[in-house]
C-alpha cells in the first residue's frame, strides 16, 4: 500500500533560515509524490512532483525537494525562509485513483 | 486557463435547507473530485468522477449528492446536512486518476457553516 508519513506536525523558523519539511513514503512501486502548500482560507497549490524523471526537483518559491529511495523519504527544503512561506504544508502519493496525503506540517516565521 | 473555479466562496445553510457548490475547469481535464477538509486536517477524499461518471465513492452520507453535467462541471447537492458536515470543500481535477497524471489542480473552496 502507498502512503506517506510527515514528520512533525509544526516547523518554526527564523526568517532566513533554513526551511527542512520531511516527508517518507511506504511503496512498493516507484511512486508518484507530490509536495502541496496551502494558504489561510485557500485551496491546495502544487509546490513540486516527482516523476521519477530527476532525483532533485525544483518548485515555484524556491522550494525543492530530493528524492532519495534508500531512504525512502521526499523532503522539501527552502534555504532561507520568508514571511509569506507561513502555511500548511502536505506531502501526498498518488495511490490507485487517489491522492494520499500527510497530516500535514505547519510552518510559523519568526521575523 | 491554469484555474479551477469554485462558487459560492462561503455559505451559511440550516439543517433543513437545499444548497449546492459549483466547479469549473477548463483545463481539460477528465477527472475531478470532491474533497471535505477540517481545521488542521488533510483534504479527505468524497467522490471521484472520470470521464464525467461516478468512479469513487468514499462512503459518503446520502446527504450529499454529485453531479457531473459535463467535463468541466462538478456539482455538490446539499440536503439536510448536520452541524458537523460544517467544513471547508474543495474540488480539484486532473488529466487522469493515475501515476503522475493525478497531479491534481485545486480550487479555492467553499467555506461551508452549517446552523
Known amino acids: 500500500a502507498q502512503s506517506v508519513t510527515q514528520l512533525g506536525s509544526h516547523v518554526s523558523v527564523s526568517e532566513g533560515a533554513l526551511v527542512l519539511l520531511r516527508c517518507n513514503y511506504s511503496?512498493?512501486?516507484?511512486?508518484?509524490l507530490f509536495w502541496y502548500v496551502q494558504y489561510p482560507n485557500q485551496g491546495l497549490q502544487l509546490l513540486l512532483k516527482?516523476?521519477?524523471?530527476?532525483?532533485l526537483v525544483k518548485g515555484i518559491n524556491g522550494f525543492e525537494a530530493e528524492f532519495k529511495k534508500s531512504e525512502t523519504s521526499f523532503h522539501l527544503t527552502k534555504p532561507s525562509a520568508h514571511m509569506s512561506d507561513a502555511a500548511e504544508y502536505f506531502c501526498?502519493?498518488?495511490?490507485?485513483?487517489?491522492?494520499?496525503f500527510g497530516a500535514g506540517t505547519t510552518v510559523t516565521v519568526r521575523a | 486557463d491554469t484555474e479551477v473555479t469554485q462558487t459560492p466562496k462561503h455559505l451559511v445553510m440550516g439543517m433543513t435547507n437545499k444548497k449546492s457548490l459549483k466547479c469549473e475547469q477548463h483545463?481539460?481535464?477528465?477527472?475531478m473530485y470532491w474533497y471535505k477538509q477540517k481545521a488542521k486536517k488533510p483534504p479527505e477524499l468524497m467522490f471521484v468522477?472520470?470521464?464525467?461518471?461516478?468512479?469513487i465513492n468514499e462512503s459518503v452520507p446520502s446527504r450529499f449528492s454529485p453531479e457531473c453535467p459535463n467535463s468541466s462541471l462538478l456539482n455538490l447537492h446539499l440536503h439536510a446536512l448536520q452541524p458537523e458536515d460544517s467544513a471547508l470543500y474543495l474540488c480539484?481535477?486532473?488529466?487522469?486518476?493515475?501515476?503522475?497524471?493525478?497531479?491534481?489542480?485545486f480550487g479555492p473552496g467553499t467555506r461551508l457553516t452549517v446552523l
Open positions: 480539484a481535477s486532473s488529466l487522469g486518476t493515475s501515476g503522475v497524471y493525478n497531479e491534481q489542480f
Open positions: 511503496s512498493s512501486v516507484p511512486p508518484y
Open positions: 516527482y516523476t521519477s524523471a530527476a532525483t
Open positions: 501526498a502519493v498518488s495511490k490507485d485513483y487517489k491522492l494520499s
Open positions: 483545463m481539460g481535464h477528465r477527472a
Open positions: 468522477y472520470s470521464y464525467e461518471k461516478l468512479s
